[in-house]
C-alpha cells in the first residue's frame, strides 16, 4: 500500500472484500491489526470501494466460487490488473475474457522496483522503520520481504546499494 501512498497505482476493493480482510483478521488472531490497516486505507482511499451490482459474480466462472465476488469488484471498477497471491484460483484464460491481468504482489512490486527504483526504495524504508517501531526491535529487512510474500522484491532490494 507504501506504493499505492505515492501514487504508482490506485487501489480497489468491494465491501464484501474488505468484510473477508476482517474475517481473516479475526481468524488469524490479528482482528485488532486488520481493524486497524482496513480503517486506515478506507480512510486513505475513499474512492477505492466498487459497488458491486446484486447477482454479478453469479454470472462468473472460477476454480472457487468463493472467489468470484474478487473478480467481479475487478470488473466494476474497470480493473486493469488483479493482484492476488492465490494464482490456482484465478485462470488467466477467464480473467482475459473481461479484460483483466492476474498478477502476483511480488511480480507487481518487483516491476514497480525496476521501473522506479528510488520511490520503492524510500517505501521499503518506511515499512521497514515502521515494522522495527511497532514490534520494538531491529527486523531484518530481507526476511521481513520474504516473510510478506515478495521474495523476489527481497532479493532485488538487497541488491540496491543504500
Known sequence: ?????????TPLWSDRIIEEWRRAGDRNG???????EIALVTSDWRGAIVDVLDGSEDELTLPDVNDRH?????????ADELLTANISDFPTRILGQYGVIRRHPDEFLLE????????VSAVIDDVHQRAEQGK?????????????GVPRVAKWDAGVAR
Open 70 to 78: 474478487v473478480l467481479a469488484a475487478a470488473i466494476a471498477g474497470d
Open 136 to 148: 520494538g526491535e531491529r527486523i531484518n529487512r530481507r526476511k521481513m520481504l520474504q516473510k510478506s
Open 1 to 9: 500500500m507504501g506504493c499505492a501512498k505515492v501514487g504508482m497505482f
Open 30 to 36: 490479528i482482528g485488532a491489526e486488520a481493524a486497524i
Open 112 to 119: 514497480l522496483a525496476l521501473a522506479q527504483p528510488d520511490v
